[in-house]
């Protein structure tokens, strides 16, 4: 085509060309004639706009607002945790059929709420950037998708950390992480940490501080429970909604017996938002007796422990189902006064058979258990002034039977079982003296 343009047509175009080029007001020589490519200077006049700044804007990352976690666990937390019962063999589809079993076996209508994964989730490193991460094998779908499946179910989901340098299965501990995993944890959306002892580097009360401020900071309320395995001290009630007060539970009588008698000792220490913890459950499991396990159950609510399962819920026979859910047990250990209940006989032998008090809310209103720890079955009475209810008539209530069982003047006798307990409401019908105040 170029071949047969006339000349005439290619002189126009070339000054068609150079018109344009002037009459655009470009300095210099118009872009065709130049030599080597120069790039233009714009000199604004004093009228033009200045141009857009080029800088990007940085992205902002809000700062979380600390989150209030004082509203957290103001009576004791109830649920499930795996290691009783599991140990380290945990997956995600053991998990996912817990939470089905929490809401069809009627745990979660009884009030059970979180479904607590123990030691041996994670995989044994860190990853590139330090994060800690689901053992893929245990749980290939992730901890994110597993948190929303929990939530999903309208139930909570707690982790298990440790505040050393390995958690007590040699997986990676948080000690000098405890912002970077507060947070994780945060963007998952737990709801729960369990922080234990194992490994230490630092000092004991300074690690579960950092690891508390790093929870508030992540922004999202985390009930958080200390595991020192022993009474951490009184500075733990600004710091854990709950500690434990003892070594691990076994799934044995004797066992039992010596953590019940170590939670008593500082009982006045728990109350709503900071617990004592005599570890989680072993109704179900096979080492004691139905009637062991009730009277286990009894106690922990009697002492406003945490109630925390430890059993398979997937497979739980009747009789346990029963044990758990006891409406009105529950009750007792949630009792919104959050009074820890104590032992007030005299007799102390380990053996012997013992009376517990818990103040509950109303006017003069106690829980009590008739504590069979001897082999054979026995006799047993509550007196009113051990009680510190006032003497004449009170209303007795069979809280496992669920049955009312009239009114008494000042005692009430029964026979118990060996390794039983009769647990009873007893409400005064006479004077009003005062009803404690959480905590004492
Ligand atoms: C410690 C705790 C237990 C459990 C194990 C897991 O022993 O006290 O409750 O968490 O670690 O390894």
Redesign the pocket.
Known sequence: MMRNKSRFQRVFFAALIIALGFASGCAGSPWFLAGPTVTPTITPTASSTPPPTLTPTPTITPTPVPADDSQLALTPPMGWND?NRFGCNINETLIKETADAMISSGMRAAGYEYILI??CWMAHERDANGSLQADPTKFPGGMKTLVDYIHAKNLKIGL?LDRGSK???GYPGSYGYETQDANLLASWGVDYL?Y?N?SPVGNLVTDYQNMHNALKASGRPIVFSI?T?GFPGYWAQGVGHLW?TTG?IKDKWSSMLTIIDANNVNSASSGPGHWNDP?MLEVGNGGMTDVEYRTHFSMWAIMAAPLIAGNDLRTMDQATKDILTAPEVIAVDQDPLGVQGVRVSRIVATKGPQVWSKTLSGVNTRAVALFNRSDEDASMTVEWQQIDLPSGPASVRDLWARTDLGLFTDSYTVNVPAHGVVLVKIVSQGGASPTATPGQ
Do not use: A, E, I, S
């Open positions: 290691y123990d030691d298990y958690t007590c299965g369990k234990d194992c595991c395995w434990r691990d570890d």
